[in-house]
Structure formats: structure tokens, C-alpha cells
């Protein structure tokens, strides 16, 4: 199983692994950096980058939103996936969730790549075209707020990337997809530092 990396552009801070719990009751504190265990993972180049892209669009946009970014785990052969129970901290809601697909542009062409959910019920994707904070640069942006904010007795959400042809469409991918969620923190909960 291949390790992940979650990357929290929220204030600057890089977090230790922070996967996210969707609309449960975050209970969560905040830690400092922890050392990283030796089975983890580097983070990719493309998350790397596409978080500071982001962090950038982030403070140009003047989003008060905790974003986390998150590498994808290995499923099925052709599936990445990410848990389906997220981990949040206490004060914060869990808003939106987007799957990004980091293309080389000038690789894919007219093949246009389509992205659906792994599992009994394929669902298909859509690009997103609503304004975001992340940077359009990363890739293909797909929201898939749904599929953290419905209740499920799956563990993971994968998804699936295939060419019009069905074929697999991961040759077209510069590193695997990850998964950015927005949180956001919630006035009337105390910060952490008023929890001490």
C-alpha cells in the first residue's frame, strides 16, 4: 500500500497527516509537525506545486477556507483512492471536495479523458465550472462534494480515469490525482488556541 501526504494550506503550515471527516462533529486538535514515518511517501511534484499555486490563488482571493491537499492511494489497478471518512478539526465544517488530475495538456488532445467513481455503482464525473480557489494550472478539476457529504458503507472513494475509447487514461496523467477539501473554521467554536 502506498503511502499519503496531505499538505494543509491553511496560515502556511504544513500538517501531519490530516485525511478529513465529513459532516461528523470534528473533534480534532491542531498539532505541530510530527516526523514522518518511514513508510510515507514524498509528496509528488504536482502536489507540491499545485499547493503553492493554490496557497497563492488563496491569498490574492482572500479565502478564509483551511484547504488540505491529498495524495491518492493506490486501489484496484487503474483506481486511486482516498478514505471515505475525513478527519477535521474541532471548530471546523467540512464545505467542498474536488478530484484533481494533474494532465499533461498537450499529451491528451482530442482524447478527452473521462473520470467516474470506482465501485458497484461507476459513476461518471464532471469537470468542474464553478470559480475555485484552486489553481486552474494544477489540471482537470472535478467536484465531488456528494460522495463525502452522503452517507456510504464504503471505506474508500475511488475513481477511475478512461479515454473515450475505454481505455485506461493514465498515461495522460503527469503524476496520480489527489484530492483537495475546504473547510471552513466556524465563529461561534473556539480556535485552538482558546482550547489550550
Not at 488540505?68 to 482516498?82: F, K, L, N
Not at 478539526?89 to 495538456?105: K, R
Not at 464504503?154 to 480515469?161: G, K, L
Request: charged fraction near 15%; glycine fraction near 6%; hydrophobic fraction near 35%.
Amino acid at each position: 500500500m502506498t503511502g499519503y501526504f496531505t499538505i494543509w494550506v491553511s496560515f502556511g503550515l504544513l500538517s501531519h497527516f490530516l485525511l478529513a471527516i465529513g459532516a461528523a462533529k470534528c473533534s480534532e486538535k491542531e498539532t505541530l509537525l510530527m516526523p514522518k514515518p518511514r513508510s510515507m511517501k514524498l509528496p509528488t511534484d504536482c502536489l507540491i506545486e499545485c499547493s503553492s499555486m493554490t496557497y497563492d490563488k488563496k491569498l490574492q482571493l482572500r479565502d478564509n477556507h483551511n484547504i488540505r491537499i491529498t495524495d491518492s492511494t493506490e486501489g484496484d489497478p487503474g483506481e486511486y483512492c482516498w478514505s471515505s471518512k475525513l478527519k477535521c478539526l474541532t471548530g471546523e465544517s467540512f464545505t467542498n471536495a474536488y478530484v484533481v488530475l494533474p494532465v499533461d495538456a498537450s499529451a491528451v488532445g482530442n482524447d478527452q479523458l473521462e473520470v467516474k467513481t470506482a465501485g458497484p455503482i461507476a459513476t461518471p464525473l464532471h469537470t468542474n465550472n464553478s470559480p475555485t480557489t484552486i489553481a486552474e494550472s494544477c489540471g482537470l478539476i472535478y467536484e465531488v462534494t456528494s460522495h463525502f457529504t452522503t452517507p456510504s458503507t464504503q471505506t474508500s472513494f475511488c475513481v477511475q480515469v478512461f479515454t473515450q475509447e475505454n481505455e485506461l487514461g493514465d498515461r495522460f496523467l503527469t503524476c496520480p490525482p489527489f484530492l483537495v477539501t475546504f473547510w471552513q473554521r466556524n465563529p461561534n467554536q473556539p480556535s485552538q488556541q482558546d482550547l489550550g
